[in-house]
């Protein structure tokens, strides 16, 4: 009996842990990063998600007398967690971008005398919109609730991938309303709506598509929409301009219960009565390929009307997704901190396809997706440097799926390029670089594309040397891009060099050296624009000459895209140690970074950049924008890796905290939240398309990554505190690391990486 006890502990033991094992969901908190400069969104989502349900507190135009409004920066991802009302929930959002587009189909509840306008922020009761408060207000991961003070409604949220699911609790009353608003949109402008279709099937089945022409130039989107309820009444307020053709559908009384409506401007409202606290739910599909579609997902996805099991359902995939990487931490607020890093790091790209794998390409055609997921929403500027390589380490399989559907997008482009800035079947060609052959080469070089490599190399060498798009020919021939050219000419210089780098490593994987010795010599090309003279990067003309107006603090108008020579002339992030001796050695270098850490910016200098702010800057480094996100880890290569150390505990800390203001900048798509990953970790991928992280300090006590392959790789960090940010010696499975690199086969393989701390360096 003994015996048979003792072996039922040894059986039940791991399941009662298993079973025990903490939850994660608990500490995202999606409200971090949705006040000021962070431009996250509060609402429901599920990991890469194609619907973010989530309410947009303004209806801001992107211009004003036909010119551009810069108020309508705050609202790229439709909510501002100091504004005092909500205008609606909408199904498409944005994280952290710093341009916009989406914001599709904006559901409304309402009670009383039908309104069918928006209303105003300082007169909300002259439209629909509400006012509402914090106190009243949740957001989980997959969830969220807000009490509509005006209606007296309780508004809840969830998703499924595909589906946006509402529930609304109702007051008793005959005038209860559901508005659709399928003119409202995020960097809203009069022309963008190009058409709407909406067919009412039944007293409780709505379809239709809306196109749209903004960031994305020619945007569809399918729906089908779904009562829990048949509504008693339903009418469309149509706002379009007065055409001179009008067609003959003036025969039809088109205003109240009319079915089968299109235009380019449309509000349409559904009318309930309701008793006291009725919930009135919806579910709202979206599809890229037809309203089909969209029913199909539905179908496939929220068959049935439990909302709680649909939120439950949501949770459990974050919860998986979360449990990728345990870590323990000496505050709470750095654990929220962490995993609301990681709730942010796998909200874009997202889902692009039907539940059938279906989806439109950029050839406008309908493609099938065949043993990849189909991704969208690329911000490949900034994700090119810590979130792409966190998946390549974290989610391997996925991250594959993204470059796959990068080369799906090479095959239907007919300028037979890889994408840029892509989103719903468009690239909409934001920011500089051609950074897709850095994801591509990681991918490749680190073993996790399946796909024919040799095809992906030549989708990188072809987009490298289309001569048409933003200098590339002036690069090639001239080894630079001149400023007559371009006016963020040096940037574009020193990315291309560094995209050119990533070719040549894929080239010489692949055994093209030909490839391989073009494109290395390539990748050498930011020595042009570096003026010894005065030891920064600096626009020059094409007559060889460097540009006499030059101002080094100045963030725009001086050949750098978001950004002054003192942050981009350490952007050489493959050829650090060619950079530093350029620079005039280490002692150089060190004098130069700790400047640029000390000093102090004038507002002056960035008043010219909307995407630059005081909350992002400490010194003159800029951490709220990406082109320095590496700048730190530079003092591992002048012998002084305690600054590393110093510096990146103190970004961890300047930088993030639990606030809605809690993010220094735009999140930029999880490359923020990636980079707190990786530092919190105690490493970070300089270069990526290499195989190697550069060794910092982290912040982390204890931290274990559940790899794809099955094995587990740990960091431990002895004598951690606040005070010990130093790092006396760091050891890898029983070898003590002196290069302060660490190879990404060291982490694949599984293992234990050990950092020994200090308080002193």
Aim: glycine fraction near 8%; aromatic fraction near 12%; charged fraction near 20%.
């Amino acid at each position: 009996m003994m015996r048979i006890k003792i072996l039922l502990l040894i059986v039940l033991f791991p399941m009662t842990m298993l079973a025990q094992e903490p939850s994660l969901v608990k500490y995202v908190k999606p409200i971090i990063g949705t006040a000021k400069m962070g431009h996250t969104f509060p609402g429901a989502t599920v990991p890469f998600g194609a619907v973010q349900l989530s309410p947009d507190t303004d209806t801001i135009p992107y211009a004003v007398n036909g010119k551009y409004n810069g108020d309508v920066y705050k609202y790229c991802a439709g909510y501002q967690y100091d504004d005092p009302t909500i205008v609606g929930f909408s199904h498409t959002h944005f994280s952290g971008t710093g341009h916009s587009d989406l914001g599709d189909f904006l559901i409304m509840p309402t009670v009383g005398e039908l309104q069918m306008n928006p209303g105003t922020a300082d007169s909300p009761e002259s439209g629909y919109r509400s006012t509402y408060s914090h106190a009243n207000e949740v957001a989980e991961a997959n969830y969220y609730k807000v009490k509509l003070d005006e209606p007296g409604v309780l508004a809840e949220l969830t998703t499924s991938t595909r589906v946006g699911f509402h529930q609304y609790t109702f007051p008793q009353s005959e005038q209860s309303h559901i508005i659709l608003d399928l003119m409202a949109g995020i960097y809203n402008y009069e022309d963008k709506n190009v058409w709407t279709v909406v067919r009412v099937v039944n007293d409780t089945l709505i379809t239709g598509y809306r196109q749209t022409n903004g960031w994305a130039r020619t945007r569809t989107v399918y729906f089908a929409m779904r009562f829990s309820k048949p509504f008693k009444e339903y009418g469309t307020q149509k706002n379009d301009p007065v055409s001179v053709y009008r067609g003959f559908w003036g025969k039809f009384k088109q205003e109240e219960n009319f079915p089968d409506i299109a235009g380019r401007d449309l509000r349409m409202h559904f009318d309930f009565d309701t008793e006291e606290d009725e919930q009135v739910k919806i579910k709202f599909a979206i599809s890229p390929v037809s309203m089909q579609g969209a029913l199909a997902n539905m179908q496939e996805e929220i068959p049935h009307w439990n909302f709680e099991q649909t939120k439950q359902a949501g949770q459990a995939l974050w919860e998986k997704e979360l449990q990728r990487i345990q870590i323990d931490v000496p505050k709470e607020e750095d654990k929220i901190n962490f995993y609301t890093a990681m709730y942010h790091a796998a909200l874009m790209p997202t889902v692009y396809m039907d539940v059938d794998g279906r989806y439109k390409g950029l050839d406008y055609e309908v493609h099938q997706a065949e043993g990849f997921t189909n991704y969208t929403s690329f911000s490949l500027w900034d994700t090119f440097r810590a979130f792409h390589p966190y998946l390549n380490l974290i989610s391997p399989s996925r991250n594959a799926d993204m470059v796959a559907s990068m080369m799906e997008h090479y095959k239907q482009s007919v300028l037979h390029m890889l994408p840029v800035w892509s989103h719903y079947a468009n690239d909409n060609w934001c920011m500089s670089g051609y950074h897709s052959v850095s994801v591509v080469a990681d991918a490749i070089i680190k073993g996790n594309y399946q796909g024919d490599a040799m095809a992906a190399l030549e989708a990188c060498v072809a987009t490298a040397n289309a001569r048409d798009y933003e200098g590339i020919g002036s690069y090639i021939d001239k080894g630079y891009i001149p400023a007559e050219v371009s006016g963020t000419s040096v940037s574009n210089t020193l990315e291309y060099a560094y995209d050119d780098w990533c070719i040549a490593q894929l080239a010489q994987k692949l055994g093209r050296t030909d490839v391989y010795d073009a494109f290395i010599k390539r990748s050498e090309n930011w020595k042009n624009v570096y003026d010894n003279s005065i030891g920064f990067m600096r626009p020059k003309m094409e007559d060889g000459s460097f540009k006499k107006e030059f101002d080094v603090l100045e963030t725009h108008g001086q050949g750098f895209i978001e950004g002054n020579s003192w942050n981009f002339s350490l952007y050489v992030p493959h050829d650090p140690e060619g950079m530093m001796q350029h620079m005039g050695g280490k002692k150089r270098l060190s004098r130069y970074l700790d400047s640029l850490f000390s000093m102090h910016l004038p507002d002056e200098f960035f008043a010219n950049t909307e995407d630059i702010t005081r909350e992002g800057i400490i010194g003159n480094y800029v951490h709220g924008n990406e082109p320095s996100h590496h700048v730190a880890y530079l003092y591992n290569i002048t012998g002084e890796p305690w600054k590393t150390q110093e510096k990146v505990r103190m970004i961890l800390k300047d930088q993030y905290h639990n606030g809605a203001d809690g993010l220094g900048g735009n999140d930029d798509c999880g490359q923020m939240s990636a980079w707190y990953i990786f530092s919190s970790l105690g490493f970070y991928p300089v270069a990526p398309a290499s195989d190697e992280y550069w060794i910092g300090s982290p912040a982390v006590q204890q931290a274990k990554i559940t790899l794809e392959n099955g094995k587990s790789f740990s960091v431990k960090a002895v004598n951690q505190s606040d005070e010990n940010v130093y790092v006396e010696r760091v050891v890898l499975n029983g070898k003590e690391i002196k290069s302060w690199r660490l190879k990404h086969a060291d982490i694949a393989d599984g293992g234990e990486l050990v950092f020994h701390m200090r308080k002193k360096r």
